[in-house]
């Protein structure tokens, strides 16, 4: 049960939330909601003038105020340079981002409700989808949609939080130390889930030790509740050493309180395994392909125990899961040819996991890996991916084809030493597309992986899906 929030706000709270000023208009109206993006404004939202790199917000004020906007918010001293129309409300504030993350803050205090963060390296979005699919058949929820997880799209998605809301879901990303713990600060979780430590990121930071402490910021800033721990995960373990929270260890190679025992792969998209709880079984049958994705079961039914929900309610929920897009979304193309679409993206740690689930799901028909470059792995990049083409290598796959100037060096890895692999590197999304509608036949699988930035899905498209 997801419902949207139905909350109306006043100017004078707008004003105190967010530690503004108000320069210009009455404080006695309020807002249907704030925004940042005059697209797609409701009709007497504030609107937030946020300011980055290559863009300026504030260019945007009065085409907000002509849309509807009921007011604006701006940074100090901009009001009068903006030349605004007479009688809008205008509230300054120091830095928007930051009173936006404040206004998003006091909000969320409105509410006494669980409010479960989830982040890692990889899994984080499945994770969240699945703890949703859970914990969504007992309770109406709020939670993460899209990429809305960063200093924008979290106070954005609290926002939404209404009178009829009981849990919200929260997904918290990063790529910079210090994101993690202010995205705790504004969400103020009462349970925090960290699926795993992993190279995503890894050009911000010196080391996987570095993103494990960055990833951390969420146990340690957390005031209390529940921590959610992969036992399986050292550096994860790591981070939930020495807190006074209470915690929740789930894992599958090492003792925790929930463990998964006796997984089976059911079919070419689902699979199955027994969840060890207090002592009791529970068969959960997870309608997703992978171990990895065990893992991430795993973790939706730590938050969802956090909050009294047994085994029984997360059996339940995982069955009506759905995988997000891009995902290890399966489309069959044709009458025979299977394709992957994993194109959302792409790091080390998921590369690999989606490989080995690759080989496992096509069993003995003919396997072909469509991969692109793994982007923000600064000098680590090489040296990932070559570790990527010696595992094509190792696990035999019959061909892959590359795309971008890093993922050359899978194609250099994988070719190397005899290796049985057909290798092909395309040089853009239409001649690779085109080269696989002329080599696919009966019974082949496909997968195609990359970053985010590489545009993968452009290939699927191409291919004619």
Same mark, same amino acid.
């Given at each position: 049960?997801?419902?949207?929030?139905?909350?109306?706000?006043?100017?004078? /709270?707008?004003? &105190?939330?967010?530690?503004?000023?108000?320069?210009?208009?009455?404080?006695?109206?309020?807002?249907?909601?704030?925004?940042?993006?005059?697209?797609?404004?409701?009709?007497?939202?504030?609107?937030?003038?946020?300011?980055?790199?290559?863009?300026?917000?504030?260019?945007?004020?009065?085409?907000?105020?002509?849309?509807?906007?009921?007011?604006?918010?701006?940074?100090?001293?901009?009001?009068?340079?903006?030349?605004?129309?007479?009688?809008?409300?205008?509230?300054?504030?120091?830095?928007?981002?930051?009173?936006?993350?404040?206004?998003? &803050?006091?909000?969320?205090?409105?509410?006494?409700?669980?409010?479960?963060?989830?982040?890692?390296?990889?899994?984080?979005?499945?994770?969240?989808?699945?703890?949703?699919?859970?914990?969504?058949?007992?309770?109406?929820?709020?939670?993460?949609?899209?990429?809305?997880?960063?200093?924008?799209?979290?106070?954005?998605?609290?926002?939404?939080?209404?009178?009829?809301?009981?849990?919200?879901?929260?997904?918290?990303?990063?790529?910079?130390?210090?994101?993690?713990?202010?995205?705790? &600060?504004?969400?103020?979780?009462?349970?925090?889930?960290?699926?795993?430590?992993?190279?995503?990121?890894?050009?911000?930071?010196?080391?996987?030790?570095?993103?494990?402490?960055?990833?951390?910021?969420?146990?340690?800033?957390?005031?209390?509740?529940?921590?959610?721990?992969?036992?399986?995960?050292?550096?994860?373990?790591?981070?939930?050493?020495?807190?006074?929270?209470?915690?929740?260890?789930?894992?599958?190679?090492?003792?925790?309180?929930?463990?998964?025992?006796?997984?089976?792969?059911?079919?070419?998209?689902?699979?199955?395994?027994?969840?060890? @709880?207090?002592?009791?079984?529970?068969?959960?049958?997870?309608?997703?392909?992978?171990?990895?994705?065990?893992?991430?079961?795993?973790?939706?039914?730590?938050?969802?125990?956090?909050?009294?929900?047994?085994?029984?309610?997360?059996?339940?929920?995982?069955?009506?899961?759905?995988?997000?897009? /891009?995902?290890?979304?399966?489309?069959?193309?044709?009458?025979?040819?299977?394709?992957?679409?994993?194109?959302?993206?792409?790091?080390?740690?998921?590369?690999?996991?989606?490989?080995?689930?690759?080989?496992?799901?096509?069993?003995?028909?003919?396997?072909?890996?469509?991969?692109?470059?793994?982007?923000?792995?600064?000098?680590?990049?090489?040296? @990932?991916? &070559?570790?990527?083409?010696?595992?094509?290598?190792?696990?035999?796959?019959?061909?892959?084809?590359?795309?971008?100037? *890093?993922?050359?060096?899978?194609?250099?890895?994988?070719?190397?030493?005899?290796?049985?692999?057909?290798?092909?590197?395309?040089?853009?999304?239409?001649?690779?597309?085109?080269?696989?509608?002329?080599?696919? *036949?009966?019974?082949? /699988?496909?997968?195609?992986?990359?970053?985010?930035?590489?545009?993968?899905?452009?290939?699927?498209?191409?291919?004619?899906?």
């Amino acid at each position: 049960m997801i419902s949207t929030g139905t909350s109306r706000f006043p100017v004078a /709270w707008m004003v &105190r939330a967010s530690g503004g000023k108000l320069v210009r208009g009455s404080a006695g109206g309020d807002f249907t909601g704030l925004s940042n993006d005059t697209r797609t404004i409701p009709r007497g939202a504030l609107y937030v003038a946020l300011r980055g790199e290559r863009f300026d917000g504030h260019k945007f004020c009065r085409e907000a105020l002509t849309k509807g906007a009921g007011g604006v918010l701006v940074e100090r001293d901009r009001a009068r340079a903006l030349r605004l129309p007479g009688g809008a409300v205008v509230i300054e504030a120091a830095n928007t981002l930051r009173a936006l993350g404040r206004i998003a &803050r006091e909000h969320r205090r409105r509410f006494d409700i669980p409010v479960i963060a989830i982040t890692g390296s990889n899994g984080k979005t499945t994770t969240k989808e699945m703890a949703a699919a859970v914990i969504g058949r007992r309770f109406r929820i709020l939670k993460t949609e899209g990429n809305l997880n960063n200093l924008i799209g979290l106070p954005l998605t609290l926002m939404g939080l209404g009178p009829a809301h009981e849990v919200a879901v929260l997904e918290l990303g990063m790529n910079h130390s210090g994101e993690i713990r202010d995205l705790t &600060r504004i969400c103020e979780p009462t349970v925090g889930v960290i699926t795993n430590v992993g190279p995503a990121h890894i050009e911000n930071f010196r080391s996987l030790d570095g993103i494990g402490r960055a990833k951390g910021e969420l146990y340690r800033t957390m005031r209390g509740g529940t921590i959610v721990v992969n036992a399986d995960d050292p550096r994860a373990v790591e981070q939930a050493r020495g807190l006074r929270l209470k915690r929740i260890t789930f894992g599958i190679d090492r003792p925790a309180r929930l463990r998964a025992e006796r997984i089976r792969r059911k079919d070419t998209t689902s699979l199955s395994f027994t969840l060890v @709880a207090g002592g009791k079984r529970t068969r959960i049958l997870l309608p997703a392909p992978g171990r990895y994705n065990v893992s991430n079961a795993l973790a939706a039914a730590g938050a969802a125990h956090a909050i009294g929900l047994g085994a029984p309610d997360v059996a339940r929920g995982l069955a009506g899961f759905e995988n997000s897009k /891009w995902r290890m979304e399966i489309v069959k193309v044709g009458r025979n040819v299977i394709l992957i679409n994993d194109c959302y993206n792409a790091n080390p740690a998921s590369m690999e996991a989606a490989l080995r689930s690759f080989v496992e799901m096509k069993g003995d028909a003919r396997g072909i890996a469509v991969l692109g470059d793994m982007l923000e792995l600064g000098k680590k990049s090489e040296a @990932a991916h &070559r570790g990527v083409g010696k595992l094509v290598r190792d696990l035999g796959l019959e061909v892959l084809m590359t795309y971008g100037r *890093q993922a050359r060096a899978i194609a250099e890895e994988a070719s190397g030493r005899g290796s049985p692999t057909e290798v092909h590197i395309g040089r853009s999304h239409g001649e690779i597309a085109s080269k696989l509608r002329g080599m696919v *036949q009966g019974r082949d /699988w496909v997968l195609v992986k990359g970053s985010r930035g590489m545009k993968m899905e452009k290939i699927v498209e191409g291919f004619g899906t």
